[in-house]
Structures are given as structure tokens and as C-alpha cells.
């Protein structure tokens, strides 16, 4: 492992947008839509967990929110890892754990067993693929960047429709054992969406400007500063901190209706297979919501105010809440999902996308582990919390009202921050250009003057409305033209001047 390919994303590499990027592209929809459909999934096989071994509501929740725990709560470990060793090793072996963990969790004897074997290992094993796959999801592609995340994003609900009517099939054939080992056997497939993340290489250019400096003495080479393995200076940026506060009180209620809406519909007296129906509804709407969404936030005008749609996307989800609670039968649920589908689909189209435009490439896969690892808490303690009060009152208009709450509070404070603590003002290029000019500049272009004045004496300069041109103006256009050069434009500035 020590001497895999280090992704470490070198500067000189310009995403892609598209190639190889593509196939990037479908194994991080494979591994979005393990990662996020499995804890809401495994809901379908509770009501037999808890016959089997005779445990409450709550205590069955704790799967699914320890399942999301450790997806989230691993983020540093994750950055480290990648950081480390690089995506693509990182994502195979996450591949074997997700799947050693169902297999072992098919012969356990207590539930504490299925929290160890689903919760932690197959957890541990779907963070090793799901941040790795989007990081490299963030390193091939730029411009198409908020179209690739909701295309990204929709594996989610494709694997959702998939996967919660074959758990009741599986569970109907082969009992809640037989379908866990079976469920292992194909989280084999992360395995092979890791071994698409090709590592991307720096350009012919660079790599024979490095193979140069290999010929160069020990003595003339400069020491290079040492990657660090997680950056916490992201802690600094003000958007950062605003955007993790939000984010950690969303995921409070965000991920409560899809684990609990299964049993509220069999609480209403309708038999399984149409109970559990109702994901599927929710998956399909979230199919379509999820890529429109990141065709949206793409547009001109909407991409530098997309944190404005993401708060509206998270207000739209807690509003959704708040009514689907006033449920009182199975259309009823019917319709709440329709419209959780497409507000939920919104949220996840846009939350990466909004992290990456807030923090940059560099510094993505340390942001990325941090805002999960901040988010983990809230995600342990939201679907148990909601279970134990479903315990206490019997009633799930309860659980949905704390839900839509809960995701409510963090539209406004993510909205409300992003609008008076990070609203600025534009600088004019012109401004920033006069800035870049120092102090020391200034002295280099006055000695600059005076020995041209000297060389200069005596000769005529051709000039358009003057006739005449100063030595210390070329100088001054020379200056500028290194400050723009320097600041990375691309448009070419001369001057022109004939002695």
C-alpha cells in the first residue's frame, strides 16, 4: 500500500471535464447510492430484528444511525488515509469491510452483534468509498462540476429503488440472515468502482521538467514542504464554519422521515410490500430531482448564489416535514413523499457542490472529513432521538414535527450567515491590479527611469498624439505586464515603443 500512486491532485493538472472523468463519474454514482441507500434500506428488515430479538424501536434505529455515525464520523481518518496512500487503494479495501460486515452480521445471536458487524464495519467500510469517490469527483471535473455532483448524487435514490423492495424480497425468501449475507456479497462491487479512480498525472511538460531536477546536486535542491495529512486552517474561513453549524443541526431531522416512514405506514394497518412501497416512490422522484437540481445550480446566474438555492432547497425539506405529519392515511404519505423526494433530492444535489465552491480544490478533502466528522454527532444522536420520543408518545406526528423543525433551523442559519457575515463588495480589476504593485515595485521603477533617461539621451522616440514617450512610462508598462502575468491572466498586454 505504501507504494500506491498518491493522488494528491497536482497543480499543474487541469480537470478534464469529461474522458476519463466519466467513468470517475459512474463508480461514485455506484458508491453515492451504497452509501446513502444502505442505512434507509436496512430499515425494511427492523420489524424482524425487533421479533428476533425482542428489542424496541429505538434501539433498532441505532443501525441506521450508527451506519451514518461512522460514514460521517471517520471523515478525518478518511482525509488522512487519501492524503496518505491515495483514492483508489483507500476505496478497495473500504470494498472488502463494507462487505465483511453484512456477511458477519448474517449469523449474529444479539442485536449488539448488528451494531458492531452493520453498524461499524460496514459503515467504516462505505466511508472508505464514499469520500474518496468525491474527492475524485471534485479533481476531474470544473466547469460541468455542479452537473457531475447532481448526476453523482442521484445513485442515492436509484439504489434506494433497488434495494428496498429486494430487501423485502429477500427477507420474504430467505429471511433477514439470508438477505444480509446477500446484500455482502454485493457491496463487493465498491471494490471495483475503487479500481476506476485513476489518479491523475501532471502534464509531459512538468513531468520532464521533474525528471531534471533528478540530475541536479543534493546541495542546489530545495527542501519541499510536507502535504499536510488533514489542514485544520479551514476552521478559518468564515463560510466553512457557517456552512458545518448549518449542516450539523440539517442532519439532525434530514435523515428521520425515510427510516421511520416504512413503519408509519404499517402502523396505519397497510401490509409490507405497500408500506414499503413508499421509498420507492420517494427514490423515483429523487431519480429526477437530484441531476435537475445540479442542471440548475450549473446555470450562469444561479452558480455564484447557489448557497441561496441550498437554503431554499433545506426550508422546502423542513416545510415538508411539518405537513407530512398531518398524514392520516396511506395517499397521504403518498403525496409527502412526492414532495420529500424532490426537496431531499435538491438538498443532496447541492450540499457537496456548495462545500467545494466555498472551500476550493486544495483544500477539499480536509474539508470535506471535518464537516463530516462534525456532522456525525447530530447523526447518532437524530434518528435514536426521534425513536425514543415514537417510544414515549406512540405517535409519529411527533417524530415528523421535530424532524421538519430541525431542518428548518438550519435554512435560516445558513441563509442568515451567508447574508450578513460573508456579504462583500467586489474589487474592480483595476483596483486589485493597483495593489499588486508594491512599495518595492515602485523603487525598481524609478531606478528604471533614471537609467534610461541616461542611455536614452540624445534619441527620439516615435510616439502616436505627443510625438514624445517617457522612459519611465515603458518601464511602468513592463511592471504591469509582470503583475499580470504573475496574477495569472490570460490576456496579453504590451507596449508599444519604437526608439
Not at 540530475?215 to 474561513?237: G, W
Request: with cysteine.
Amino acid at each position: 500500500m505504501g507504494g500506491a500512486v498518491v493522488d494528491d491532485g497536482p497543480t499543474g493538472v487541469k480537470a478534464p471535464d469529461g474522458g476519463w472523468g466519466w467513468a470517475v463519474l459512474s463508480g461514485c454514482f455506484v458508491i453515492t447510492g451504497f452509501s446513502y441507500a444502505f442505512p434507509k434500506a436496512v430499515s425494511v428488515f427492523f420489524k424482524e430484528l425487533i421479533r428476533e430479538f425482542g428489542v424496541g424501536y429505538s434501539d433498532t434505529a441505532w443501525i441506521s444511525s450508527i451506519l451514518l455515525a461512522m460514514l460521517y464520523g471517520t471523515g478525518p481518518l478518511c482525509s488522512v488515509l487519501v492524503n496518505r496512500f491515495g483514492c483508489r487503494p483507500v476505496m478497495m479495501v473500504g470494498g472488502l469491510f463494507a462487505s465483511l460486515g453484512m456477511i458477519l452480521a448474517s449469523f449474529a445471536t444479539s442485536i449488539m452483534h448488528i451494531y458492531l458487524c452493520t453498524g461499524v464495519i460496514t459503515g467504516l467500510g462505505l466511508a472508505l468509498n464514499f469520500q474518496p469517490s468525491l474527492i475524485m469527483l471534485n479533481r476531474y471535473f470544473s466547469e460541468k462540476r455542479p452537473l457531475a455532483n447532481g448526476l453523482a448524487a442521484a445513485g442515492s435514490p436509484v439504489a434506494l429503488c433497488c434495494l428496498s423492495p429486494l430487501g423485502q424480497i429477500l427477507q420474504y425468501y430467505y429471511g433477514w440472515r439470508g438477505g444480509f449475507l446477500i446484500l455482502g456479497g454485493m457491496l463487493l462491487n465498491c471494490c471495483a468502482c475503487g479500481a476506476l479512480m485513476r489518479p491523475l498525472l501532471p502534464p509531459k511538460k512538468s513531468i520532464s521538467s521533474e525528471e531534471e531536477t533528478l540530475d541536479v546536486p543534493l546541495e542546489e535542491k530545495t527542501p519541499q514542504a510536507k502535504k499536510k495529512l488533514l489542514d485544520f486552517s479551514v476552521f478559518k474561513d468564515r463560510g466553512f464554519l457557517i456552512y458545518t453549524i448549518a449542516a450539523s443541526v440539517m442532519v439532525l431531522g434530514l435523515f428521520v422521515p425515510p427510516v421511520f416512514v416504512v413503519s408509519y405506514a404499517k402502523a396505519m394497518g397497510n401490509e409490507d410490500t405497500k408500506s414499503a412501497l413508499l421509498l420507492t416512490i420517494l427514490g423515483f422522484v429523487d431519480i429526477f430531482a437530484r441531476p435537475t437540481s445540479g442542471i440548475i445550480a450549473g446555470l450562469k446566474w444561479v452558480r455564484p448564489r447557489c448557497v441561496y438555492l441550498f437554503a431554499f432547497a433545506i426550508i422546502f425539506n423542513g416545510c415538508t416535514d411539518l405537513i407530512g405529519s398531518q398524514a392520516t392515511d396511506y395517499w397521504g404519505l403518498v403525496i409527502f413523499c412526492i414532495f420529500f423526494g424532490l426537496s431531499y433530492g435538491m438538498v443532496g444535489a447541492l450540499q457537496f457542490e456548495v462545500l467545494m465552491s466555498i472551500i476550493g480544490t486544495e483544500r477539499f478533502s480536509s474539508a470535506i472529513g471535518l464537516v463530516l466528522l462534525c456532522e456525525a454527532i447530530a447523526v447518532l444522536v437524530g434518528p435514536p432521538g426521534a425513536g425514543r420520543l415514537l417510544d414515549a408518545t406512540g405517535q409519529y406526528m411527533y417524530v415528523f414535527l421535530l424532524a421538519g423543525c430541525e431542518v428548518c433551523a438550519a435554512a435560516v442559519i445558513i441563509s442568515l450567515g451567508n447574508f450578513f457575515c460573508l456579504k462583500k463588495t467586489p474589487e474592480e480589476p483595476e483596483a486589485k491590479l493597483e495593489m499588486a504593485v508594491n512599495a518595492s515595485e515602485k523603487d525598481e521603477l524609478n531606478h528604471s527611469v533614471q537609467d534610461g533617461e541616461d542611455k536614452e539621451t540624445g534619441e527620439e522616440a516615435k510616439t502616436g498624439k505627443n510625438g514624445t514617450i517617457s522612459a519611465g512610462e515603458t518601464g511602468q508598462g513592463d511592471v504591469v505586464n509582470t503583475v499580470k502575468e504573475s496574477a495569472g491572466e490570460t490576456q496579453d498586454v504590451s507596449t508599444e515603443t519604437s526608439l
